[in-house]
């Protein structure tokens, strides 16, 4: 059945089923309209989800598809295909044909092991010009130069993408033109890798997927299927055409959509150190990760933010202002300071209580006494302060960690705290959400609860970034 037939008679809606998935609204009414293909992944939480009412081959005839009406979320976009080693490169020269029927302005580079796969001629008689293939190739610096591509576009797709590029893109080399502009670009960055099922699966290359998804980047497949290598078959194929199209039509399309231009957003992170002595603190175990992927996704919604967070050991999100801290009360300052703000989302896992007096000489142990007591007192309460001070952001998020009873301790949470939103998370050792990649979160509102599936981080920042866009008053901006 068509996921738009199902949708209908099942009375699940769009946005509970993407919650179900863990894919965007935004997504699931693509996919629902037929603009877009999914991964076969999406394909498969879809045919779970729906009881397999709606299967893979469902999504497959998507009508507007043909090459004599294309779809137009490209049109006009400029697009850099990098296309690196691999038998799939054939399926590259037809992306150029689609990319150049859909009017994309498009340029294209060939590593040296693409080039072992489709020739320049091939590629650049497709494109309608030549293909640029190295960094130190002085026509391809004086022509248009590395950076000035990495600034020109409007997304870069890489397909196929090889498990070495993905190493280098991960490891951040820069080392011929394709990872010089990789390395440079702000743009967003699609994945298509293709490779055989055992190098998709080991560990390296798992670890490379994580930190690229980390860093923001995208991916299209790979797929299950048949391999070109005789007697071969698992998940290595790349996705097919029409789902990288769908794919770029996707992130093309939200790269354009700014629903929170001009509205400040202060996001808090990671854990906060209490000092105790000069040498030692009091901290806990946030990594900061979803704050600051919070604070990344508000950045990519138009946003101006702030980001003020604790001591962590990850990069900066790109394109936010960040107030780095070490102790809840200098936490407090700083995002008084950074008041007035039309959002406040309150993600670090501030310490509840700082010692009463800071030592200012290194405490020594005392011959013959075992014990050492230190004497605690509560840190003031940022979320609670903001949420019921005077210069109260008109949409207050807070987040709850908890270890039991997560839903109903949130709700009281948020009552007590005066916040308008509770983002409640499972921390339960076992979980592994401290420090983790992945969160399994309820959104606890006024009139409401919202019970996401477990998703990365990446995506329950996007998701709730949605939701603020969506349940946010376009009315009225701070600054
Ligand atoms: O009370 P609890 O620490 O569980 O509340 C968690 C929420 O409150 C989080 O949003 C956290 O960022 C915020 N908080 C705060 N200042 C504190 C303690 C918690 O902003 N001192």
Known sequence: MKLAAWIKKSGVSARELAARVGATEATIS???????????????????????????????????????????????????????GGIAAYKSLDLIRRLKERNCELRVILTRGGSEFVTPLSVGALVGAAPYTDLFDTKTEFDIGHIRFARESDLIIIAPATADLMAKMAGGHADDLATAVLLATGAPILLAPAMNPHMWAHPATRRNVERLTLDGVSFIGPNQGEMAEANEAGVGRMAEVPEILGAMEIIVGKAGAKPLEGRHVIVTSGPTHEPIDPVRYIANRSSGKQGHAIA?????????????????????????????????????????????ADIAIFAAAVADWRVAQLADQKLKKKPGANEMVLDLVQNPDILKLVSRGHKRPELVIGFAAETQNVVENAKTKRRAKGCDWIVANDVAHERGVMGGEKNAVHLVMEDGLEDWPEMTKEQVAEMLIERVASAFSPAKASA
């Open 30 to 84: 693509r996919l629902k309209n037929g603009h877009a293909l999914p991964s076969m992944e999406m394909a498969g939480k879809i045919a779970h989800a729906s009881g397999g009412a709606v299967t893979a081959n469902d999504f497959l005839d998507l009508g507007p598809e043909t090459p004599s009406s294309p779809g137009n979320g490209l049109d006009g976009a400029r697009i850099l295909l990098i296309i690196s």
């Open 296 to 340: 990344a996704a508000a950045a990519r919604a138009g946003a101006r933010v702030t980001l003020v967070t604790g001591p962590v050991g990850i990069a900066d999100p790109s394109g936010v202002n960040v107030l780095r801290i070490e102790a809840a009360a200098d936490m407090l300052k700083a995002v008084e300071g950074a008041l007035p």
